[in-house]
C-alpha cells in the first residue's frame, strides 16, 4: 500500500527505505503501431505450408530527467509465403521508468535489461491481438533474452569504436 509523500510529492511504498535501489514504472504507453495486410483477402486463404516469419526487436533508451528514463521496445515483424507478404508489423511500446539510489555504472544495463522485460509482456499481447484482428491466427512472440540483448549490442559498439593510436 502506497502512502502520500509528505510534501505532495509521489506516493512512496513504505518497504522502501531511503537509499535502497528503485526501479518504478510511471507509465508505460504504444508509440506508434502499424498492422499492414497487403494481399487480403487471398493471404487470408488457408495453406499447408506455415509462413516463414522474421521478428526484429531493438531497445531505444532515452533520458528524461536526471532519474527518468523513456524505454521504448521496437517490434518488427513480416510473415511471407512463397514470395508473398501476408502480414506486416511494427510496434513501438514504450515505458516513463524512475531509477532511484542505483551506481551509475549498473544504470545501463538496468535500462536496457530490466525495463524492456518489463514491457515485453504487454508488448507481445499487442502484436498477438493485432495479428488477430488481421484475420490471422494470433502471433505469440517467444519470450527474449534481453541479457543476450544486451550484450550483443555492446559487443557490436566496442568493436565499432576505433582501436587505441600506439603512436609516440
Known amino acids: 500500500m502506497a502512502t502520500p509523500g509528505g510534501n505532495g510529492g509521489p506516493a512512496q511504498t513504505p518497504s522502501a527505505q ?3 535501489a528503485q526501479l518504478n ?4 504507453y504504444i508509440k506508434d503501431l502499424s498492422f499492414e495486410n497487403p494481399n487480403a483477402p487471398r493471404s487470408l486463404a488457408p495453406s499447408d505450408k506455415p509462413p516463414a516469419i522474421n521478428i526484429q526487436i531493438n531497445v531505444i533508451v532515452q533520458q528524461l530527467a536526471q532519474t527518468d528514463y523513456e524505454v521504448a521496445l521496437k517490434l518488427e515483424g513480416k510473415a511471407d509465403s512463397a514470395g508473398t507478404v501476408l ?3 511494427e510496434l513501438t511500446f514504450a515505458g516513463v521508468f524512475r531509477v532511484q539510489n542505483v551506481p551509475a ?3 545501463q544495463p538496468l535500462v536496457m535489461i530490466e525495463c524492456p522485460r518489463l514491457l515485453f509482456p504487454f508488448a507481445r499481447e499487442i ?3 493485432a495479428v488477430r484482428n488481421g484475420g490471422f491466427p494470433p502471433l505469440l512472440l517467444d519470450p527474449v533474452d534481453f541479457v543476450a540483448l544486451y550484450q550483443q549490442r555492446a559487443a557490436q559498439m566496442q ?3 576505433p582501436a587505441p593510436s600506439t603512436e609516440a
Open 87 to 89: 502480414f506486416a508489423f
Open 105 to 107: 555504472e549498473t544504470i
Open 25 to 28: 514504472v510511471l507509465g508505460q
Open 159 to 161: 568493436s565499432a569504436q
Open 18 to 20: 531511503p537509499g535502497q
Open 127 to 129: 502484436v498477438a491481438n
